[in-house]
Nanobody, 123 residues
Framework: VQLQASGGGLVQPGGSLRLSCAASGSIHSIDVMSWYRQVPGKQRELVAEITSRGGSRTYTDSVKGRFTISRDNAKNTVYLQMRSLKPEDTAVYYC?????????????????WGQGTLVTVSS
């Protein structure tokens, strides 16, 4: 499974950005889709995740009410709409999916990470 993340960039405090992450490959199904972020010297932290049919969404406390995670199962894509951005949101954002893929004779399930996209919030 290959994950292509996009949408990062430089934005002023209070601004908005929308991240996208598209999965491709021999995908049978995708369960949980997530966004993480990491700043230098700190552990990667979970920002938001969404279950397969979008019935359950989880957010870290610092982004609740500002970020919205969504997904398009037909496109195997997860989005992160970020509003009211703050300088402390500056980080490299990574998408992660738990996918079931077609192996030679069976299905296999595993987690896959995207390459990261940089979000910088600064005036």
């Amino acid at each position: 499974v290959q994950l292509q993340a996009s949408g990062g960039g430089l934005v002023q405090p209070g601004g908005s950005l929308r991240l996208s992450c598209a999965a491709s490959g021999s995908i049978h199904s995708i369960d949980v889709m997530s966004w993480y972020r990491q700043v230098p010297g700190k552990q990667r932290e979970l920002v938001a995740e969404i279950t397969s049919r979008g019935g359950s969404r989880t957010y870290t406390d610092s982004v609740k009410g500002r970020f919205t995670i969504s997904r398009d199962n037909a496109k195997n894509t997860v989005y992160l709409q970020m509003r009211s951005l703050k300088p402390e949101d500056t980080a490299v954002y990574y998408c992660k999916v738990y996918a079931t893929t077609y192996a030679v004779t069976r299905l296999e399930s595993s987690s896959y990470w995207g390459q990261g996209t940089l979000v910088t919030v600064s005036s």
